[in-house]
Structures are given as structure tokens and as C-alpha cells.
């Protein structure tokens, strides 16, 4: 069975940093592309970033760029997002995600395997 577990979500102060793991097992893991999605309360799930197979190409959504860094170790199945600079609009429950099809990185709806998420709260 599939499965995703992310960790390293808390709380911070604007201008802080946090670092989540997202780690794999059930799956052959440098075959997916991996990604990472936010949702706040009220909002729609969206894209944050997203990393190829072995690693080397990187996705980012605008509003993250220069401030998160993605990246991946396939040795130990784990995917990783840095988080440097929150803000308080960064406040959302983080997703990590598993998918078979590079060219639509961005689209939820391409991503076949989820974690259960990971609250990340950018305090004022």
C-alpha cells in the first residue's frame, strides 16, 4: 500500500523558517514526481512546488519563488520543502504527493497518492 508521511509543520513568526519531510513507502519512489501543495481554510488546494524523478528540475509557484526550496533524496525516499521567509498568508495545511506524469506537475488532479498533510501557522 501507498502511502505518504509528512512531518515538520508548527508554528513560526513572520520571517522564520521551517523545513518539512515528506517520506514514502509502498512505492517505487524515484519513479514519481513529487509535489507539494498547500490549502488554506477556505481556500482551494494549490500548487507550491514540485521536483522531477531524479531531481535535477524543479517547479515553483510564483508566490514561493526565492523562498522555498524543494528537493528530494531517493536514496531515502524522502522529499523535503525549506521554508525560509513565511508569511502569514503561508498559514495552510501542507500536502506532499505522488505523481506518474511530469508534464502536468502543477495540476492536483494528476497526483495519485497524497500524505495526510502537515499544519503550518506563519504568525503576525
Known amino acids: 500500500q501507498d502511502q505518504l508521511v509528512e512531518s515538520g509543520g508548527g508554528l513560526v513568526q513572520a520571517g522564520g523558517s521551517l523545513r518539512l519531510s515528506c517520506v514514502a513507502s509502498g512505492l517505487t519512489f524515484e519513479l514519481y514526481v513529487m509535489g507539494w501543495f498547500r490549502q488554506a481554510p477556505g481556500k482551494e488546494r494549490e500548487f507550491v512546488a514540485a521536483?522531477?524523478?531524479?531531481?535535477?528540475?524543479?517547479y515553483y509557484a510564483d508566490f514561493v519563488k526565492g523562498r522555498f526550496t524543494i528537493s528530494r533524496d531517493n536514496a531515502k525516499n524522502t522529499v523535503y520543502l525549506q521554508m525560509n521567509s513565511l508569511k502569514p498568508e503561508d498559514t495552510a495545511v501542507y500536502y506532499c504527493?505522488?505523481?506518474?506524469?511530469?508534464?502536468?506537475?502543477?495540476?492536483?488532479?494528476?497526483?495519485?497518492?497524497w500524505g495526510q498533510g502537515t499544519q503550518v501557522t506563519a504568525s503576525p
Open positions: 521536483i522531477s524523478r531524479s531531481g535535477p528540475t524543479t
Open positions: 504527493a505522488a505523481s506518474t506524469v511530469e508534464r502536468y506537475y502543477s495540476d492536483y488532479r494528476s497526483y495519485n497518492d
